[in-house]
Structures are given as structure tokens and as C-alpha cells.
């Protein structure tokens, strides 16, 4: 049996949220065997910060990234009143990701604000951070691989999943974009650690040019900016450094997938096949697996 494992010590890594453009610090902790991953804001007025576990139950929105935090009973500014309050942390899809890939088990994750750090807009920082903690084994053993023997099926929408039984965990990603410049692209790949640095830690989220204002008006993408996205206006793609792959964009969807599908808790043994999936539907999926694991 595999042992579970932490990170040997303590590390930290800051920068802008996509989202909420403001600027946060997330510090690493080493964590005991069955902690899981566990995040904490430590900024609130409250004693001792919020905590809460990165599971499918932790998950309270999904629009353009997934938010994962808590309710709290909280007195209202102004009225007194006190009402259920979300205390969250946004947009940990990356971090997730690369937390999973390097096969840790185990960490407390203490955010300073109400959204993990963007970067350069992968999940390689995160990555590197974290490798450069080390990572140590444990004395209680990891649970089983969460296998999968009967196919599972969520759609939303025109986009689909399908969990199928497999001897490893793979991904089978189709993207297809009405523009030109995007169009269709696959990617398949196994799940471990080396492949996600070599091939899919350094892909960066994107965005349409002519999504930018729509989202802007939502309070969204405020601290975007080329240091950390792709943009694709109508002719061009807008990038600080170039692509860095030819297909970087369904590299990317990849690395989401992967990092919404972490919050099932468990190690997978499946091949995911997913056409046009977003932060929505994976996370349906990551519900579907995670009545899975918990069925017994």
C-alpha cells in the first residue's frame, strides 16, 4: 500500500486574484495523515480564521472558476441582522491540480484574501512551490484509488462527461470554440506527476477579447491583465510571451478538470472523456464520483 504524504515544510507564494484583483498570500502548512486538503482565511475578524475542507461539499459557485468556503451566521453591517455569510476562497481549480499531480494527501492552505493567487496564469508556480517544500511520506496509508467500474455521465448543456473504468487515470479533452483563431483541439494524457509539469502545469487560462466588458460588468476578471492570460481578439492572439504550446488553450481545460476533479478527495483510477466541460459541469462530475466514494 502507498502512504499518504505532506509537504516537509513550510512555504508560501503571493500575487494578484483573477477576480477580485486583490492581492493575496497563500502559506503552505504541513498537515498530519487524513487531514485531506484544507483551506483557512486568516484575514477575517474572526478567532482563529475559517477553515474548510477542498471537497465537492465545499463547493459553492462555479462561474468561470470554482469557489470553494462556507456558510457562516454572521450579523449583517448596518441592520445587525444575522444572516448565513459565505466565507470563500476562489478560483482553486490550479492549485488543486497541482497539489493532486504531485500527489500530496495532505496541507493546510492559509489564504490571506477571498481568492488564491493567479500567477502567471498556470498552475507551474504552484507546482514549483510546492516541489521545492518536498514532500514526505506519512506512517498511515493512502485510501484505495477511487475506481470506477460502471460508466458515469453528466451533461450540461452541449457539453458532456463520461467517467469510464480504466487500469490509470486519464483525460480525453475536446474543446471546440467558434473562433478562428481557437476552433477545435484535443488533448488526452495520463494523470501523474510528470506529465502535468512537462505538459500541462505551464498552459494559461484565455479569454475572448469580446467577453472582456460583458465580464468586467460582472465584477469579474478585475485582476486580469496579459502578465497572467491569454487574450484572443478577432485577429490575434494577445500574449505576453507567445503560446506556449501549440494547443495551450485545451491544455488549459485540462489542468480545470483536473483541479475541480481533486475535490472529490480521492486518488482516481478512470479515463474522464469530456467534450466542452467547464467549472459547471465538472464539478458535476466531481459530485458523481464523490456519491461514489462515499456510497459505502
Known amino acids: 500500500m502507498t502512504k499518504q504524504t505532506t509537504i516537509a515544510k513550510e512555504t508560501k507564494i503571493s500575487g494578484i486574484g483573477l477576480h477580485s484583483g486583490e492581492i493575496t498570500s497563500l502559506r503552505f502548512l504541513p498537515a498530519p495523515a487524513n487531514t485531506g486538503v484544507v483551506f483557512k482565511r ?27 468556503g462556507k456558510l457562516l451566521p454572521l450579523p449583517q453591517p448596518g441592520t445587525g441582522e444575522v444572516k448565513p455569510t459565505p466565507i470563500v476562497v476562489l478560483t482553486v481549480e490550479h492549485l488543486m491540480a497541482s497539489i493532486y499531480c504531485l500527489g500530496i494527501d495532505n496541507v493546510f492552505v492559509e489564504a490571506t484574501a477571498m481568492e488564491t493567487p493567479l500567477m502567471d496564469g498556470s498552475g507551474i508556480q504552484f507546482a514549483e512551490t510546492l516541489k521545492e ?3 514526505v511520506e506519512l506512517e498511515e496509508e493512502r485510501l484505495p484509488e477511487l475506481t470506477v467500474t460502471e460508466p458515469i455521465k453528466v451533461e450540461h448543456g452541449d457539453a458532456v ?70 487574450v484572443i481578439t478577432d485577429n490575434a492572439i494577445l500574449s505576453k510571451d ?24 480521492r486518488r482516481l483510477k478512470a479515463h474522464v472523456v ?12 466531481a459530485a458523481a464520483l464523490f456519491a461514489l466514494a462515499n456510497k459505502n
Request: charged share 20%.
Open 161 to 230: 462527461i463520461e467517467i469510464l473504468p480504466a487500469e490509470e487515470y486519464k483525460i480525453s479533452y475536446t474543446m471546440s470554440y467558434p473562433h478562428p483563431l481557437i476552433g477545435t483541439q484535443f488533448f488526452e494524457t495520463e494523470v501523474n506527476e510528470e506529465s502535468f509539469l512537462k505538459n500541462i502545469a505551464p498552459s494559461r487560462t484565455f479569454a475572448l477579447y469580446s467577453e472582456l466588458s460583458a465580464l468586467l460588468s460582472r465584477g469579474l476578471i478585475k485582476g486580469g491583465s496579459l502578465n497572467n492570460a491569454i
Open 274 to 285: 469530456s467534450s466542452r466541460s467547464g467549472h459547471t459541469l465538472n464539478n458535476k462530475a
Open 242 to 265: 507567445g503560446l506556449r504550446y501549440p494547443d495551450e488553450f485545451v491544455r488549459h481545460k485540462v489542468m480545470d478538470l483536473i483541479g475541480d476533479l481533486a475535490l472529490t478527495g
Open 133 to 135: 517544500a518536498g514532500i
Open 42 to 68: 486568516t484575514d477575517l475578524p474572526i478567532p482563529g480564521g475559517v477553515a474548510f475542507p477542498a471537497r465537492v461539499p465545499s463547493v459553492l459557485n462555479t462561474d468561470r472558476s470554482t469557489t470553494i
